[in-house]
């Protein structure tokens, strides 16, 4: 079993649209450079099925992707067994989209989700479209209560971030080895410290390195990557920063990476992998 980043961006990926900042011009010379909107794939090798985590505006392109990596993932409507979400922003649940009768028209592909993400979604367009031609079926779940998909186990956290429509959390994969993700807050908190102290990798939000990389960093706070760094110190697990933004110089191979490095932390990138 493992883990395959589908996208290490943040919900615009990279390069971001309309933008031309000297990351994103890089970034249209050599696709190396893309990221795609955040997601993960939880892929179980033996039997070629997989769940997601966060579905990105790019999850047509994610999944093409990942099927070209996996032929025995074979028929996508089948082999996808679940999708988890994090919040309502649009790089987190707009892929949803693709499953509607329009594109992939899927069948109740289970949708797991906070009380409040399965309000917004059965009150508003698209997703009530999606809900009422049985494309997806949402599937509630609580804070801090395990439940299990396909064989692993998840649990997820509340996380502090912008809950303009509905909240936000993390998960917790747990399939022997623990892995966290937490893509998207606006700060830390001291129990989430904790989680992220006790799992052994964890992807993290690498939004900004610097919270003075953007003008307007106090309207969409996230914990830079130097003050996370600081405050994880030398926990021993593995780190890997992810839903990185176009103004991230972590994005090049800059003096602020090979700091990254040297500090132990890991940066994502689309298509890394990650056994579990
Ligand atoms: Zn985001
Ligand atoms: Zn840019
Ligand atoms: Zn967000």
């Avoid at 994610?62 to 028929?75: A, H, N, S």
């Avoid at 508003?124 to 809900?131: A, E, I, K």
């Avoid at 049985?134 to 801090?144: G, L, P, Q, S, T």
Wanted: proline share 4%.
């Amino acid at each position: 079993m493992h883990i395959r980043i589908l996208g290490s961006g943040q919900d615009a990926g990279i390069p971001q649209i309309g933008c031309s900042c000297s990351i994103c011009q890089v970034a249209r010379n050599d696709s190396n450079y893309w990221r795609f909107g955040p997601s993960i794939a939880v892929i179980d090798d033996m039997n070629g099925t997989f769940i997601i985590i966060d579905a990105s505006p790019d999850l047509k392109y994610q999944l093409e992707v990942l099927r070209e990596m996996y032929p025995g993932i074979g028929d996508i409507k089948t082999s996808l067994k679940g999708i988890l979400l994090t919040h309502a922003h649009f790089g987190h649940c707009f892929g949803l989209w693709h499953l509607g009768r329009e594109s992939l028209s899927t069948l109740d592909v289970p949708v797991f989700c906070t009380s409040r993400m399965k309000l917004f979604m059965e009150d508003n367009y698209p997703f009530d479209q999606l809900v009422r031609g049985n494309n997806i079926k949402i599937i509630e779940v609580a804070d801090n209560r395990e439940f299990e998909i396909n064989g692993v186990g998840f649990n997820l956290f509340a996380v502090p971030h912008r809950n303009e429509v509905a909240d936000t959390v993390g998960y917790v994969i747990d399939s022997g080895r623990k892995i966290g993700y937490f893509p998207d807050v606006d700060y830390w908190t001291r129990s989430i410290t904790e989680i992220i102290k006790s799992v052994d990798i964890a992807l993290l939000d690498g939004t900004f390195y610097t919270r003075d990389e953007l003008d307007r960093f106090d309207e969409v706070p996230h914990p830079p990557v130097l003050d996370t760094i600081k405050l994880l110190g030398n926990v021993g697990n593995r780190i890997i920063f992810t839903h990185i933004n176009h103004t991230n110089p972590l994005n090049l191979d800059g003096r602020e990476r090979k700091y990254v490095e040297s500090r132990g932390f890991d940066i994502a990138s689309d298509g890394m992998i990650i056994e579990i």
